[in-house]
């Protein structure tokens, strides 16, 4: 039987179920050097779990929060079933979380905010139920990377079809409509600092996911994505930490 060409062009996956280039391994190991027992971790817009069909373990390991007496809270627009988080809460209002101030450790958004209509209100609200010193961990796609320029020319109302298409492990369930409001490196470090976050983005580049309907497509993109340059390229993490002293407006102006 022929390996998947992802197998083929990534011999590496054969030692643990992960490429060099697996953004989620990436993003998900920065997250969890962040974690200490006891931690209150929300997860917005945790949908129903989707990563429970990641058939690698150490990656679905990696994502699961919980352990060492932390809570994970999951929050989102549909109450959902959701077997990493400890309870699901809904969301009424974009405006406002279903969280009291002040009573979170980290907030994790893992391919969310592209999907948000005002990100200030987003940024604002994690900056509201963040625990001084608490860290919001962001993944979005990067809205100057190839797949984001495509997918902005695609009508909402065909992204699960074309997803469909090119993903043919991706469920029609778990594609929403997508805005891409702040999702330059520019525009989210803006508003982290506007929110008076301590802010760091940058640019990663993964495997080529999309391309996989097509063995020749794949590789030749494989090969593109080793030289795509940083503000090109395909996701954009954000790590934020809220100050564990925060200077008020009026003490900044008195400094």
């Not at 971790?41 to 949908?47: F, K």
């Not at 796609?141 to 190839?146: E, I, L, Q, T």
């Not at 803006?190 to 391309?211: K, N, W």
Request: charged content about 25%; proline content about 6%; some cysteine.
């Amino acid at each position: 039987m022929a390996k998947p060409i992802i197998d083929a062009v990534y011999p590496e996956r054969a030692f643990g179920g992960f490429t060099r280039f697996d953004g989620t391994v990436h993003f998900c190991t920065r997250v969890r050097a962040l974690l200490r027992p006891g931690d209150v971790v929300l997860d917005v817009g945790c949908g129903r779990g989707a990563h429970a069909d990641d058939r690698c373990e150490f990656r679905r390991t990696l994502q699961d929060f919980r352990g060492d007496g932390r809570r994970v809270i999951g929050i989102d627009v549909e109450a959902t079933a959701n077997p990493f988080v400890d309870e699901v809460r809904l969301i009424e209002s974009v405006h406002r979380w279903p969280m009291e101030d002040d009573s979170v450790d980290i907030v994790y958004s893992n391919y969310v905010l592209e999907h948000v209509e005002q990100p200030r209100a987003f940024i604002a609200e994690a900056w509201r139920v963040l625990k001084p010193g608490g860290q919001l961990c962001v993944r979005t796609p990067n809205a100057w990377s190839y797949i984001s320029l495509v997918a902005r020319l695609v009508p909402n109302r065909l992204h699960a079809r074309v997803v469909a298409f090119a993903q043919k492990n991706r469920r029609a369930e778990d594609v929403f409509p997508t805005y891409y409001r702040c999702n330059t490196k520019r525009k989210l470090r803006r508003l982290l600092v506007d929110q008076q976050f301590a802010a760091c983005v940058y640019s990663i580049e993964g495997e080529p996911t999309y391309m996989r309907f097509s063995k020749r497509a794949y590789r030749i993109a494989a090969a593109a994505h080793r030289l795509i340059p940083p503000p090109f390229q395909s996701t954009l993490l954000a790590f934020a930490q809220k100050p564990a002293q925060i200077k008020t407006q009026a003490h900044r102006a008195a400094a």
